[in-house]
């Protein structure tokens, strides 16, 4: 006999519907797996059968073929496990319970088997659920531990064992296991990011620049000396990102599915942060791989990604960094497959003026030679730096971290943001988002921006980077119309009107 079972696989961070068909024939015993499956898959065969045998499951006299389709599609992943076991059974003419169907959906099955017959859980299950719920699938049954990630897929049914033996008694009986979808829900309550509040003084350009890069989500680069505060604040920034919307909860979430980070199954509410060692590959930054794995810059989409020690980076993985950067997205194309990831991110970038660091500082004096100097700074390319909105020359750290217990002074848009920023008071970070508004340009800030695009040599990048900088700056002063005086805000942290320039060119 013959039978089909409902099946998924991950491509990327996307789901595929795979369709497992199950043979049994006359013939010598044997089983037999097709279908273009990886060693990962074909494994499954020793998983399966060792599952079937504990579970009280008798094992047909006869050659078993199992067939993964379509056929032209690399399969890879255990993902396919309960599929086939169920396969199996089924094709020896076990029918489906009518109660298990009540609408005649055909059921979906994902789950990866130990020898005993527990089920497991497998990487990407979200992705394979919300791909299969696109083509109209409304019943999948899972590993229990993965039930609550499952059911984030609207308008799913989800069922979750945690032995085959379980699935094996719905198919027959109709009865769901003990561990049903709201138990499993509860069981996973989402988590609360407590919130990180400290007041800062004695930096009011850094702090300022650190309102500027939340409120507008924009790219900063702080430069100065070690133990001035740049990586402690890149961190609470992070920490003071805005909480997801719905939809971008629901894609961040199916990414770090896929690349096997979701913690608990449970839905992400938080902004990533991800701060990668400078020890990074290419592949390791924008993905890659013989499995095109999704890397940091599509982990970190819809949040921060923070690379401290940025000159320490090889430049070949810097430069890569320039297309995502620009697009929001990264293409990959390797032996014949092609993959296209998200990679909307923040990028915070955290470095010393030299090797070691201390040009230009006025804390030590330098000991690296001009050699030395240009060659650590010619690591960073111009059409990289071109890239970033906002950069900050971090002087010594001459203020403190206060005590919590003084409690945080909201910021909202209007004056008071900038009276915060110069008292060294911290603004309420998560309150402001990210201004996405688009005001008008004032005639006045026209003329100055064209007057001084060719003096300070600003490219069009430049030019439009600028521009984000000050409207954002305009939204925070309540205002209707980004003017002239904002635009020399904004221009205030440009590369090419900073003393900063001389460090990094």
Known sequence: MNTKIKSGALAGIDGLSVTVEVDISRGLPGFHLVGLPNAEVRESRQRVLAALRNSGVRLPPGKITVNLAPAGIRKEGASFDLAIAVGVMAAQGVGINK????????????????????????????????????????????????????????????????????????????????????????????????????????????????????????????????????????????????????????????????????????????????????????????????????????????????????????????????????EKVITLDRGGRHRQYPANFQILAAMNPCRCGFLGSGIKPCRCTDAQQRRYLSRLSGPLLDRFDLFVQVGPWEGSFLSESHGPRVCTPGKNWRELTTTGAWPHLARLGAQTESLPLSR??????????????????????????????????????????????????????LALESVLR
């Open 99 to 326: 109660r298990c169907v009540p609408e005649g959906d055909a059921p979906l099955f994902l789950g990866e088997l130990s020898l005993f017959g527990q089920l497991r859980p497998v990487r990407g299950l979200l992705a394979m659920v919300l791909a299969a719920a696109e083509q109209g699938d409304r019943l999948v049954v899972v590993p229990a531990e993965q039930a609550g990630e499952a059911s984030l897929a609207t308008g799913v049914r989800v069922v979750g064992a945690s032995h085959l033996s379980e699935v094996f008694h719905w198919w027959q009986t109709g009865e769901e296991p003990a561990l049903n979808i709201s138990q499993h829900k509860d069981s996973f309550p989402p988590k609360k990011t407590p919130d990180k509040w400290l007041q800062l003084a004695g930096q009011p350009s850094l702090l300022k620049a650190a309102v500027l890069a939340v409120a507008g989500r924009h790219n900063i680069m702080m430069v100065g000396p070690p133990g001035t505060g740049k990586t402690r604040l890149a961190r609470i920034l992070g920490a003071c990102q805005a909480p997801l919307g719905d939809a971008e909860s629901l894609e961040v979430t199916r990414i770090h599915s896929a690349a096997g980070l979701l913690p608990d199954g449970q839905l992400l509410k938080q902004r990533p942060f991800r701060a990668p060692h400078h020890t990074l590959t290419r592949a390791g930054l924008i993905g890659g791989g013989a499995a095109l794995r999704p890397g940091e810059v599509t982990l970190a989409h819809g949040g921060i990604l923070f690379l401290d020690e940025f000159s320490e980076f090889p430049p070949a993985v810097l430069d890569v960094l320039r297309e995502p950067m620009e």
């Open 444 to 497: 006045a800030a026209k003329d100055h921006l064209n007057d001084i695009r060719l003096p300070l040599g600003l490219s069009i990048r430049s030019v439009k980077s600028c521009l984000r900088v000050a409207n954002t700056v305009a939204l925070l002063d309540g205002c209707r119309k980004t003017e002239r005086r904002h635009v020399l805000e904004a221009l205030e942290f440009r590369l090419e009107n």
